[in-house]
């Protein structure tokens, strides 16, 4: 699909998920009924220079980023000046910090206005050296000691707000930027990846009800935590998908690529639901004699690791003071969530029901059916945060930026769909392909 520079009712957004193991760039735009166009997807290895959430080689991570970028040009065939990009690693942290004020008009009226500023003057609290404060998001409000829904539109002489504030490393955030810019793309906005993908699999109930989701990506795992419809925990554990093919690798000797293509084809989170005679054979290294690997051992392996991450998964949500409010249970997502089994084994340890998250309840009829699967749900939820600042649901004719354009375009009061949910808003920039693998070995 051809976007004319003269079309200037159609907003395109462009996703970019910078992931351990591959770089992803989403295209879409939103149509008349308030659903996600995908004109095309990009996706790449990492090349080696991300390292859980964390870029390590900047020249490696910028040739991952412009394959990607180059990718989603030619098959959405428009040309990508801007991004919104995901942040993960280990760096990133969260607390709440209350901010309370004696208003100049106990008459007047809060207004929304009122409300931004507030929220901005977080942006300006102390954090810890070499870290800043990446998104500021309320919680609670309460006018006069009142708890307030939404206070808009209320007198009040005081108003105190609740606010839920996620920190990261400066040089994590300056990096990410660095290796985009390097490509000559522009960076519209950071995004922490857990809000991204709750964006794409979360519905309003699910929010209301109370629901944590869990995105197992290469090098990471991130968990977010929302009740009636505002986030509550957010947290960053270093285990993913790569740290069980490194099990893997090490249990068994064998490279690399065979681990990965052993965990993703046979993989089973649930070792008692497999045969004990089951093996697979993976050819020797140069010349040398086959081996063969059980199934259940494989299995195994993958469970040990898994059962770790669950249990620090578990002590998040307990920590957090919401583990008998998760009404909604655990929605999985990413590229761990399509693991075999993985689903029950969560459920087991956590006690929460568990449902797999995909991003197409948000997509339009016909989208690209690559992203559709759990492994692009951060990248489908940056495009959807895009969306929701630049181009409001229903008010597309409104729109007069030019998705060619470089320079980075007015924001919309992003009052989109998932905005109306309390716990989005706001972040730090507002304040200022896969190669197919060979059929290398064989199950016996």
Known sequence: MSIKKDDNKNKVIVGLDMGTTKICAIVGMRNENGKINILGVGRTPSLGGINEGMVVNINKTSEAIKKAIQEAQRSSNVEIGSVYVGIAGKHIHSFTQQYGAFRSDQHSEITAEELEEIRKQMYRINTEPGTQILHVLPQDYIVDGNAADDPIGMPGSRIEINYHIIIGQIIAAENIKRCIQKCDINVEDVVVEPIASAKSVLTEEELMAGVAILDIGGGTSDLAIFHEGR??????????????????????????????????????????????????????????????????????????????????????????????KLTAGIVLTGGGAEMKN????????????????????????????????????????????????????????????????????????????????????????????????NDDFQKG
Request: aromatic share 8%; charged share 20%; glycine share 10%.
């Open 342 to 437: 993985i689903g029950p084994v969560l459920e087991f340890i956590t006690g929460h029901a568990v449902k797999i998250g995909y991003p197409n309840q948000h997509l339009a009829k016909g989208a690209v059916a690559e992203a559709k699967s759990p492994i692009f749900a951060t990248g489908t939820g940056l495009v959807i945060f895009g969306m929701d600042k630049e181009v409001p649901v229903n008010n597309n004719s409104q729109q007069t930026s030019n998705p060619y354009n470089k320079t980075k375009s007015n924001m919309g009061d992003g009052r989109g769909f998932f905005n109306k949910m309390k716990g989005f808003g706001g972040s730090l920039i507002d304040y200022l392909k896969n190669d197919d693998d």
């Open 231 to 324: 986030i509550r925990h957010t947290a960053v554990i270093p285990i993913g998908g790569q740290r069980i093919t490194k099990d893997i690798c090490e249990a068994f000797a064998v490279m690399e690529k065979y681990g990965e293509s052993m965990k993703v084809r046979y993989g089973d989170a649930h070792p008692y639901s497999i045969q004990s005679n089951e093996v697979i054979v993976i050819p020797g290294i140069n010349g040398r004699q086959p081996k063969q690997v059980s199934l259940k051992n494989l299995s195994l392996v993958i469970n040990a690791r898994l059962i770790e991450l669950f249990k620090q998964i578990d002590i998040e949500i307990k920590q957090s003071g919401y583990a008998n």
